[in-house]
């Protein structure tokens, strides 16, 4: 109860409205949802939640003082979860610009309206304040083929402007506690997977390229690997991170899931090729198709979780297998959602919405 009511920044995209969901299915009280409704965010993943859900959406930028200001205040805000940022490597290759102004300056508004009004609340609720900050994995760098995996203590090493934005924003984090006192925890969490995630990343975009029988991009050989996560799972480690994490430190989230990205497109077409088998009756995997690699690419990354399962308690619920066959699932059950989301008509919703 002494975390709420709480600020969640970044809601309607796919980490972010997957939290919504299971924060209320989970019982959880009062929560104001500031999203900038980029092209990723998407208020229709909002929909249907837990009945008697008290959930405030606000249209807005956590960069925007005055708004997260009077949010704060208005709301007697007891936790800010920091969900808000471009989060695709590709996109920041194109256009780092966007990066630098969310995870960078959005970071640091948001950190001074914190800590402005964490400064005035009374001491009881002053100590029982928190600023979770939600960053990746992709901070440590690239991993060599036999090197052990991220902990903790690992030094920073970021290798695309995203990884390096979200590097950036860990830093102010952690120097507004450090400095100010704020408290602060913040978690480094693998490749999430799962519903409502957007059709760039390498999942999504295979299952529904694969459906509408376009080819599935590899970058090059296909051999850099990644940890995965069921996104409820992270969903999960979040709330106990929020509920009983040490104020000040960092957590690692991961599934112990490497795989090859070859490899979780292999798989991606076994199951498609069970639950909706192509009409010619051959297999979804002809349709892959080596491309150029992305520039920079990090080789591998993994994630020693045990930290958070030794300190928390926390433990992934999915495998990589029951994991991508309820995501396979979802997208052949939510095809609507997919086609609103790959047409841009939901864009026009919002325009018509939020007018
Ligand atoms: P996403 O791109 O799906 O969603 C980002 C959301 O933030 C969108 O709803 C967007 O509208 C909103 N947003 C962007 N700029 C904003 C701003 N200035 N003010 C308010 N809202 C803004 O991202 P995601 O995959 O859900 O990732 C969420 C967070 O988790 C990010 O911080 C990302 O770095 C981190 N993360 C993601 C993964 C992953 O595998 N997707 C893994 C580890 C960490
Ligand atoms: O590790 C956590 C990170 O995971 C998050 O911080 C990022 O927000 C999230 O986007 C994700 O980054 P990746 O770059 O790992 O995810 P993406 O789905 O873009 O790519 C996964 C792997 O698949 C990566 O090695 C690149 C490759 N890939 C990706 C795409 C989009 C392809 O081979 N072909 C593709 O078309």
Redesign the pocket.
């Known amino acids: 109860m002494m975390l709420m009511p709480l600020l969640l920044?970044?809601?309607?995209?796919?980490?972010?409205?997957?939290f919504v969901r299971d924060w209320f299915e989970t019982g959880g009280g009062p929560l104001v949802n500031?999203?900038?409704?980029?092209?990723?965010?998407?208020p229709r993943?909002l929909e249907g939640l837990a009945p008697g859900a008290q959930h405030t959406f606000v249209h807005?930028?956590?960069?925007?003082r005055d708004l997260v200001s009077e949010l704060l205040e208005r709301h007697q805000i007891s936790a800010i979860v920091?969900?808000?940022?471009?989060?695709?490597v590709d996109r920041s290759i194109h256009g780092p610009e966007?990066f630098i102004?969310?995870?960078i300056v959005?970071t640091f508004r948001l950190l001074e309206c914190a800590r402005a009004y964490w400064s005035g609340l009374p001491t009881g609720r002053k100590e029982a304040f928190r600023f979770l900050?939600?960053?990746?994995?992709?901070v440590y760098g690239s991993l060599g083929p036999s090197d052990p995996a991220f902990t903790e203590l690992n030094r920073y090493e970021p290798n695309s402007p995203?990884s390096a934005s979200?590097a950036a924003?860990d830093h102010l984090v952690r120097a507004y506690h450090h400095t100010y006192g704020l408290p602060v925890l913040t978690?480094?969490?693998?490749?999430?997977?799962g519903p409502?995630?957007?059709p760039e990343?390498l999942i999504p975009l295979c299952i529904h390229n694969a459906l509408a029988g376009k080819p599935l991009p590899i970058y090059g050989d296909g051999q850099q690997v990644r940890d995965w996560?069921y996104?409820r799972d992270?969903c999960s480690a979040i709330r106990r991170v929020l509920e009983g994490g040490r104020v000040g430190e960092v957590y690692n989230?991961g599934g112990w899931n490497e795989k090859p990205n070859l490899d979780v497109v292999r798989t991606l077409c076994a199951i498609l090729d069970r639950e909706s088998p192509r009409s010619d009756g051959r297999s979804y995997a002809e349709q892959i198709t080596f491309v150029k690699d992305r520039p920079g690419h990090d080789r591998r990354y993994a994630i020693d979780a045990r930290k958070i399962e030794s300190e928390l308690g926390w433990r992934p619920s999915e495998t990589f297998e029951t994991g991508l066959h309820k995501t396979v699932r979802w997208y052949l059950d939510h095809a609507e959602w997919v086609r609103q989301v790959t047409s841009g008509e939901y864009r026009t919703w919002v325009a018509t919405q939020y007018a």
């Open positions: 920044t970044g809601g309607a995209g796919f980490i972010g409205s997957n500031l999203d900038k409704l980029t092209y990723a965010g998407n993943n807005g930028d956590i960069a925007d920091n969900f808000a940022a471009e989060s695709h966007d102004q969310t995870n959005g900050h939600v960053s990746t994995d992709e995203y979200k924003s978690t480094n969490c693998s490749n999430n997977y409502y995630h957007f990343k996560l996104v992270h989230i």
